[in-house]
């Protein structure tokens, strides 16, 4: 089911160092936002610590750990995740199907053992830190960065998985191909405005400065990838580098509503 408003779009991805500073991002952002991401660094530094401490301040956790190792491993840590009442998980595709279909039948199997709702499962596709050269000289795949994309998301769904992470520009033929059920989230955001957050974020046109990317190199506004037809955007510096997180997330919100 897709979300249900614009705030609800928006994951922050709560790359940050302690839990100290993940609870106060999020008290700032409650209000703004129902949804959070927490990655590799926070969950290595705080543990499960941390999605409690976002379920507590009602956020839904996607917990972004990309998974990527044998089938029975992986179906052991869906499982855990699973218990902590994550809302969204993910795997990395290119881990096969058979490692896919291992995580998607953890989920189910522990959301009744556990009492708690099934999370979405996803599959990771190509990070969008990567561009056709880097796939193609470091990773070994000669084949366009979309149509790879495309591969791993019918894989995923093949697997029983109920969507795909993949870069704004990839959002279009993945839902012409996948289908309007299929959950798209996407990173690789950042809004078009002149001074992040102090601003309404603008799509930039023509004329407009080249959207700042950090190491992203796939990237695309917030409403362009909306307008793609994504179901969830993660947006981390953005929100989390603005000197008003809150002001930065409420534009974001506004901009993704706006006719
Ligand atoms: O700060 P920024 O908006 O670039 O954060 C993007 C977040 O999305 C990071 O937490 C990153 O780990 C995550 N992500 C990504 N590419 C993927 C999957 C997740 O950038 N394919």
Known sequence: MP?????DRVLVALDVETLGAAERLLD????????????????TAAGPAAVEAARKRGFDVFLDLK??????????????????G????DV???GGVAMMR???????????????????????TVLTSLDRTTLHREVGVPAAVEAHVLRLAERAQEAGLDGCVASPQEVRPLRLALGRAWVIVTPGIRPGGVERGAEPVRVPDRRSPPLPTDDQVRVATPRAALAAGADY???GRPITGAADPAAAAA?????????
Do not use: N, W
């Not at 994550?86 to 998980?89: G, S």
């Not at 291992?102 to 990771?124: I, S, T, Y």
């Not at 534009?251 to 006719?259: E, K, S």
């Open 92 to 94: 990395h595709a290119s």
């Open 3 to 7: 979300p249900a408003s614009p705030a």
């Open 86 to 89: 994550v809302a969204m998980l």
């Open 28 to 43: 700032r952002l409650a209000g703004t936002l129902t949804g959070c991401k927490i990655g590799s660094q926070l969950f």
């Open 67 to 84: 998974y990527h190792d044998i089938p029975s491993t992986v179906a052991g840590a869906v499982r855990e995740a699973t218990r902590l």
């Open 251 to 259: 534009a974001i919100v506004r901009d993704l509503g706006a006719p």
């Open 233 to 235: 955007l993660v947006v």
């Open 102 to 124: 291992a995580a998607a039948e953890a989920a189910a199997r522990a959301a009744a053992d556990f009492g708690v709702a099934r999370p979405v499962c996803l599959g990771v």
